[in-house]
Structure formats: C-alpha cells, structure tokens
C-alpha cells in the first residue's frame, strides 16, 4: 500500500535524483537527505525514532536506527535500477526466514509517496556483530574451516527450488555481455559466447547473488547471518560459486572445505561456467589477481593466456593444484 503523504505538500527527500544512479549515490551516505523521510515513515508505523546514522555502503539507503536498520530503496520513476529490488528482498527474506537462514527480520515495509518518487523501505532489526571482512583475515585454520563448514550448511539451505517466491529468473541472452570480460581476447569471447548458448543450464535454484564480504556477519554466538537480498535471482545452483570464492580470499583450506573434492572434471567444468555468468562481484576479474600472485606473473599475462573457455579451465586446474 503507498502512503499518499506529499503529492500536495513539500518533499521530505532531501536530494535530487537525475534518472542516473550517479546522481542517487550522491545521496545514499547522507543522513541529513533521508532524516525527514525516516521521520515520516517512524511516524506513520508508530515507531518511536531514535538516532539516525549511516551503517555501510550500499547501492541502496541504509541507515541505523537505534536497534533497527532502514532501508530505503532508489525509486522507480528514476529509472536506471531494477524496480523489483524491493519486492525482491521482501520475499527472499521470508524465504531465508521460512528455511531457517539467520537474517535480519522483516519488522515493516512499505512505500512512500514523496512528490513525484516512491520509495519503497523495510524495517529489520539490527544484528550486533563483525563482517566476514573483517573476521577471516584473522582466522587460523581450524576457525577457517568451520566458518567454511557453517557456510556450505546455509548456502545448502538457502540454494533450493522454491517456486511460490517472485524473485527475477536469470536471463540466459544476458551471459553473453559479461562486463567481466570486456578486456579479454576476441577469441576468448566467440569461443566463451558459442559455449553459452550450446550449455544446457540446470534447475534453477534461489541464489543470493551479491554474496560479498559485507554481506554475510558474525554476532557474538558466532552464528553467521545473510544479508542484503535485494540482488535474489533463479539461478543455477553454482551462480553464486565467485562469491563464495571472493568471500573466502580464495583461500584453498576454506575453498576445500566448502566444495570437497576439486579435483574431478565435472567440478572444473562447473566452476568454469559459474565464472561465465554475469552474477555481481568481482568473478575472474578479482581471482585473476590470487592466481598472478601465487603464478608469481603479472596478472596482464594471465589475461593474455586465456584465449578460449578451456584455457580458462586449465588454469583454474592449474592454480587449484597448487599447495
């Protein structure tokens, strides 16, 4: 339901959007742009406001309120974003909710109508904790293992056939414009584009699709919570495999015991297409850096040597082997 505030009265936002993301991002750190809008928003839910302060980058408003987070997503009228982000985290949270996924829990949603944009906002609670960012570079083995172990438990959970959920499905004409490999060869790019469409793609599954350090923390218990669902999609079980490899550093010990055996051909062959896929984060473009360092070669000549999709499975072969 939108609330009919302001299409008389002033607007509480206090930015100007200029149907570019650009312009939004200017504006998403800004407490003193968003404060009338969350006071507004307290008011109608009956909410008592505390203080108001930002929490962490996003491509979305978040901010602290006392015990709760405010999210507050980029108009639609804006154009430019993904207008069912929205709807999108909703239903994803109650489905890690109904899983049994640690997330923060939804206390209220809604929409805004402010002037000519809506904006659409959920209420959680605030989970006390430490980003995965700034825990696993501290973890000795054992903790590197079991933080592993934890996460391939959820992921299992979470990376199911749920088909009462509307969530955005993967577009397969879309994994042939993978910004990833816009400094590739042009070989690599006919052969990666020709192997795509000849790929028989599996039952697609819930994937979190922005699995990056700074969303997945650690509260006190050192129980590991999801969040940020905003980028949700039906996707191939493996679509969120180049995360899960950036989360961990591409740390062998915690990429080893997430996904056991790497050895066998079907699993290279997986992990290649996974790198295929236009799924956010930093995909190849990031691990080519691990690999560079441990090859001890510049990362140029790493790209240079990938002149088809097999190269590019050999060498991912060929750095997994290494100790």
Partial sequence: MIDNYSIK??????????????SWQSFVRSTEAFTPLIKHI?????????????????????FRVG???????YPPEAGIRDSREYETEVAVMNHADTVGILAP??????????????????????????LARDAI???????????????????????????????PRFDESAYLSNPVWNDSLE????????????????????AHGDLIWANVIIDKQERIHLLDFAESIFAPY???????????YYDKVMIKEYFGDCTGDEFFDTLTMSFLLPSRGPGFGGMKWAIAEDFNVDVNEITKSIVDVNALKNILIKWFGIN
């Fill in 9 to 22: 009265n002033k607007r509480l936002f206090k930015g100007e959007i200029f149907d570019d993301n650009q």
């Fill in 42 to 62: 307290y008011q109608i839910n009956n909410m008592q406001l505390e203080e108001i302060s930002y929490i962490t980058v996003a491509s979305n408003a978040v």
């Fill in 105 to 130: 829990r939804i206390i209220c949603n809604g929409v805004v109508q402010d002037g000519q944009y809506n904006f659409s906002y959920i209420i959680t609670n605030y989970i006390e904790g430490i």
């Fill in 238 to 248: 493996y679509y969120d495999w180049t995360a899960i490899l950036f989360l961990f």
């Fill in 67 to 73: 015990d709760k987070v405010i999210k507050i997503f």
């Fill in 187 to 206: 070989s690599f790019n006919e052969d990666r584009n020709l192997y795509i469409k000849n790929v028989n793609f599996p039952e697609t599954i819930v």
């Fill in 137 to 167: 570079p501290k973890f000795d083995e054992k903790e590197k293992r079991e933080f592993s172990f934890k996460m391939k438990a959820i992921m299992d959970k979470f990376n199911v056939t749920n088909n009462t959920i509307k969530i």
